[in-house]
Every structure is written in structure tokens, then in C-alpha cells.
């Protein structure tokens, strides 16, 4: 496997495989930030066929709660390994350790993701890889339904913070 940085070309490949569910996490969006310098956004490749994400976000969660127990902290956001027959054969690990690289190469400190809180694999996972809880924050977010109506969700989660020093 592969995990590459975005490119321009992906998108529409990513938008056919794994369509986007929220509207500031559609894969557009993910992207747009990148080229703005405000995330890079990873992706795992497995025989020519992208199969998930991973945007890290330099500018940190956007949650205040999160902005102001964890300020500069940056965070793992749209974690995904897809189709599900692939998960738990370490593809969602070797992302995570992919983020903590590139933080490492910037000089950061620390690194950061959000879990919700009835997510408890994943939250397990995170354990494992030595991600500590901090804060609880509800997180905010938006998706369009197939009549293009917008609907919000707010879903409560834990900021998890592993020092990378
Ligand atoms: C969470 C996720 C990214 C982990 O990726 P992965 O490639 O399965 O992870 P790894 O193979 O490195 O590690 C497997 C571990 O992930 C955790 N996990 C969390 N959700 C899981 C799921 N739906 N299926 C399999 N493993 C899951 C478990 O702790 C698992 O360990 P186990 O197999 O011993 O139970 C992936 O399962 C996924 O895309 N889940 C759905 C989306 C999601 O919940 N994203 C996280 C948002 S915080």
C-alpha cells in the first residue's frame, strides 16, 4: 500500500469511490484547504485504487472548546478506510503514523483527532496508537441531502492528543 498527498486528478477518483458525505468534508473541500497550505490530505492507495482519507488540518479542530484546551494542536480529521472488507488490516493505522511523520517533519509537538463518543473501535484504536482524551466538544457539522437541502448534526466527541516528542 501506498499513501500518497492529494493531487489535483484525484478528487473526481475519489468523489466516484467514496462519495462525499459532508459538505466542509467533501473531498473538493479537503483538497481546497490543502492547496491553501491549511491541511495535507493523504491518501492510501492499494493496486491503483484509492481506499480512504485522511486530512490533516495544521489550523487544529475547529470546535472553540477544542481551539482553546489544545491551541496549535493539529488534528487527524476524516479518518476513513473504504470499503469496510478492508478495515482492521492496519491501513487506518499506517495513516495515522503517515500524520504523525509529517508533524514530526514540521517541528510539531503534538497531534490531535476527534472521536465520537459511541465510536468505541476506533476510540480503541487510538488508544493503542497512544492518544490520550482531553477535552469533550461537540462537533458541528453538515450534509446535503439528495434534494441538495442542507441539514446540521452536532455529534458529541473527545479531542484526543498524543505528544510526539
Ligand atoms: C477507524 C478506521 C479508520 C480504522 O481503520 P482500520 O484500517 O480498520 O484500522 P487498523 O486496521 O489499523 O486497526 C483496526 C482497529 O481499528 C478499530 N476500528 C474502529 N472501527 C472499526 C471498524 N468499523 N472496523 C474495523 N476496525 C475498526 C478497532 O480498534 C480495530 O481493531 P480490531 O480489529 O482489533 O478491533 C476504520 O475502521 C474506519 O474507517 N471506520 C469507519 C469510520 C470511522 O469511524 N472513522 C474514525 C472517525 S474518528
Not at 473531498?27 to 485504487?49: C, K, M, N, V
Not at 486530512?55 to 496549535?72: K, N
Not at 503534538?110 to 490520550?132: E, H, I
Request: hydrophobic share 40%; net charge neutral.
Amino acid at each position: 500500500m501506498d499513501i500518497t498527498v492529494s493531487r489535483a486528478e484525484d478528487i473526481a477518483v475519489l468523489e466516484r469511490r467514496m462519495p462525499s458525505s459532508s459538505v466542509e468534508g467533501c473531498h473538493a473541500a479537503r483538497f481546497a484547504r490543502q492547496e491553501a497550505g491549511r491541511s495535507t490530505y493523504l491518501i492510501p492507495w492499494l493496486d491503483g485504487r484509492p481506499v480512504g482519507h485522511a486530512e490533516v488540518r495544521w489550523t487544529g479542530c475547529e470546535a472553540a472548546e477544542v481551539r482553546l484546551a489544545q491551541p496549535g494542536c493539529p488534528e487527524i480529521n476524516g479518518l476513513l478506510v473504504w470499503p469496510e472488507s478492508l478495515r482492521s488490516q492496519g491501513v487506518g493505522t499506517s495513516l495515522v503514523r503517515a500524520a504523525e511523520r509529517l508533524a514530526r517533519e514540521r517541528g510539531v509537538g503534538a497531534m490531535g483527532l476527534g472521536v465520537g463518543d459511541d465510536n468505541r473501535r476506533a476510540a480503541a484504536l487510538y488508544a493503542r496508537l497512544g492518544y490520550r482524551p482531553t477535552v469533550a466538544y461537540v462537533d458541528r457539522w453538515a450534509y446535503l441531502d439528495s434534494d441538495g437541502v442542507r441539514h446540521e448534526r452536532a455529534d458529541l466527541c473527545t479531542f484526543l492528543v498524543k505528544e510526539l516528542r
